[in-house]
């Protein structure tokens, strides 16, 4: 059974940084596409950044510089690492997997993964 437990969340000044993790169970890290999502309330879930089996990295541009997705094959953790943090981050932050490949429009679409975790909140205040 594939599950993801996020944490790390909190709440920061702006400017300030958080890491967020993702701990995996039930499969490989390394052989599924990973992505961090958020979700504000009032709005669509929006993909942040994505990892594919490659190690390549894609990233929303309102993070673009700010933000670092990475994993660690041997934890089996996604980490998100998040600088220079602004109010319009503030959001329920949710780790997502699945094993299909993806083109380069799916990669931050919440509708290409199967698998979510229950989420982490970030509050950045100004």
């Known amino acids: 059974r594939v599950q993801l437990v996020e944490s790390g969340g909190g709440s920061v000044q702006a400017g300030g940084s958080l890491r967020l993790y993702c701990v995996v169970y039930?499969?490989?890290?390394?052989?599924?596409?990973m992505g961090w999502f958020r979700q504000a309330p009032g709005k669509e879930r929006e993909g942040v950044a994505a990892?594919?089996?490659?190690?390549?990295?894609t990233y929303a541009d309102s993070v673009k510089g700010r933000f670092t997705i990475s994993k660690d094959m041997g934890k089996n953790i996604l980490y998100l690492q998040m600088n220079s943090l602004k109010p319009e981050d503030t959001a329920m932050y949710y780790c997502a997997a699945d094993p299909n490949r993806k083109t380069s429009i799916q990669v931050l679409g919440a509708g290409s993964y199967n698998y979510w975790g229950q989420g982490t909140q970030v509050t950045v205040s100004s």
């Open positions: 039930g499969y490989g890290i390394s052989w599924y596409w």
């Open positions: 990892l594919d089996t490659n190690g390549s990295t």
